[in-house]
């Protein structure tokens, strides 16, 4: 019953949000659908805390301590992106950037993209999770092109078209994994449920397998950023509004990486090798190589930020490949930690940019003076994200560093150079940006605070203590993902 | 009808897919593409019906009108509706190396059946053999996209690609579960209002529907 509540908010949030429109209370209303739906997402954290994993819906459903925890974390995200687009695409109505009816479809579309979100996180069928990765996708494509400069437009072509393809070949994919749990389980829906494939994933057909989590891993690959599939990712953050760009980042590469990862536990059932982790491993490892040298040259701030994430998603879908406890571990603390921090970042980016009327670094100047919560927030984020103690993703990488140097000691170094890389060249960025006198550009903002001041809390109390229930969660998730 | 006339025709209705797949390849036209792409979808959907009635899976019928109505009648009007009003069915795209375009596409078609080899062996289907064809048709769809240049005809090669992968639902497997069916069914539609939206939105900004000119993003040195 909360499932459907959860799920249901948004979608009817959607709906309303489009009647309303441009109204003037239309930002608070979109707050209240994220927060209701928050709140059905912690009530059902706790069921399942308390009563373990469960299907609901006659099996169209179902929660395990894998989705549950990346759907309290995905509501928990856009709640506050809500939060912080009140304030932000307030400001850009004001200075026209967006008009009467891009805010209407902003609205209603910020509420469908949550929607299909969770939509592919607690489905039971890997079909409709496909169909809900899609429309993630489609719902984003027009906000990306919000602003209708002729960047903007390019950068949602590209998206869509990139995208568009690359879950075509998941849906292959999808196919050939159909075909092979039929010859098993029998025609119909029931064979494509998650709770069926999962418990007779090692009598399905080796070869079929093995095809379709290569077409498996280039589609939904392409939806996490993963390099060379990454192209589309820097430019549709960096001309999206920001707030998309926060969720783009923070949510949808995490819930891509989710689908891959539900795939690959499938394959290696069938299989009995550990060939679709090294396929990860080698995607993985690649990203973070590419993105940390990308990252060096950058101009834009949220075009950097967006490598940024291509090296993070890179790390995590490294681990998953990596396999075993500690790195599993790792990997879903880095999808949590990074989602926080990540879209933080992006908050105080984007106030940032508000602030100098551009994107461009060499612009920004002065902000711990000009906006000291905007400054420290844009401070402590990228010291939390490029792995600074005591902030969370510190220990998720350290993790991960662990563990590859026990089980692929030859890789640490290249481990190593992508993170050292990526840490030299955010710091060197970011320290020009917040120091410094308050240039002339610089006009008085008022800023979303709490946001940001929320998520870099919640990071540095995962860095220095992990409740319980996290813990938990993460161990019964890592036996699942065995 | 017998089960080995229906696999006939439907190796029939498969070859003319592919036929269709190459025709969009190299058709310049606007309105010839939009054409050969409604044909194509008619094949798909008499297709499906085949093989529902041969298999005796009922749910192959709807997903077959789905088909008729949403890949031969709705977006062929959209694209027509759209061609029409952006006053672009006059437009002939240029064609660079045909011959080697088409030469890429035989042998990607060979290397189609290549890959579904292992899986031809496995399966006791009679549509077996038209599986190399619908990931043949897949990879041409893809093909498209990258050589042509126009954005309707990008389009028109991802609905091809889409095509094909619905061929290869109901070649390799009789068709996906029905839910999973209509889903794919809604998102097609939903992605034929965005790119709608989308040519008038090149087309103000741009001047023109050419995608080549969208070269600004890039990483600078």
Known sequence: MTLLILLGVSFFSAIILAFVGDRKFAPEINILGSAATFAAGVGLAIEVYMHGPMTAGGKFFFVDAFNVYLSVLTSFVSMTTAVFSRRYMRWEREHGRVGHWGMRFYHAMFQLFIFAMLLALLTNNVGVLWIAMELATLSTVLLVSLYRTPTAIEAAWKYFILCGVGIALALFGTVLLYFAAEKVLGEGGEALLWTNLSQVSDKLEPTVLSLAFVFLMVGYGTKVGLAPLHNWLPDAHSEGPTPISAVLSGLLLNIALYALVRCKVLVDGATGTHQAGYIMMGFGLLSILVAAFSLLRQKDVKRMFAYSSIEHMGIATFAFGLGGQIATFGALLHMLVHSLTKSSIFFTAGHASQMHRTQEMDKIKGLLRGNPLVGWGLMFGVMAIVGMPPFGVFVSEFLILTATMKDAPLLTPLLLIGLGVAFAALFRRVQPMVAGLVPANQHPLKAAHIPVILHMLLVLIIGLYMPDFLSQWFHTAVELLK | ?221
């Open chain 2, 1 to 221: 009808m017998s089960i080995n006339l229906a696999a006939q025709i439907n190796s029939i209705m498969a070859a003319l897919i592919l036929l269709t797949a190459f025709g969009l390849l190299v058709q310049r036209r606007m309105y010839g593409l939009l054409h050969l792409f409604a044909w194509q979808g008619l094949f798909l959907s008499v297709s499906t019906a085949i093989v529902g009635y041969v298999s005796g899976a009922h749910h192959l019928y709807i997903s077959s009108i789905l088909t008729l109505a949403l890949k031969v009648v709705l977006i062929p009007y959209i694209l027509h509706f759209l061609i029409r009003q952006l006053h672009i069915h006059k437009e002939v795209e240029q064609l660079v190396n045909v011959p080697t375009t088409m030469l890429i596409g035989i042998a990607l078609v060979i290397f189609s059946y290549y890959l579904t080899a292992p899986i031809r062996e496995l399966s006791t289907l009679v549509t077996r053999s038209t599986l190399a064809v619908a990931l043949a048709t897949v990879m041409l769809g893809l093909l498209m996209m990258i050589t042509r240049r126009h954005a309707v005809t990008q389009i028109i090669g991802f609905l091809a690609l889409e095509n094909g992968l619905f061929f290869a639902a109901t070649s390799a497997t009789y068709g996906m579960p029905l839910v999973v069916e209509l889903g794919v069914a809604l998102d097609i539609l939903i992605a034929a209002f965005i790119f709608g939206i989308f040519f008038f939105q090149i087309r103000t900004t741009f001047d023109s529907l050419d995608v080549e000119q969208m070269t600004k993003l890039k990483e600078e040195d």
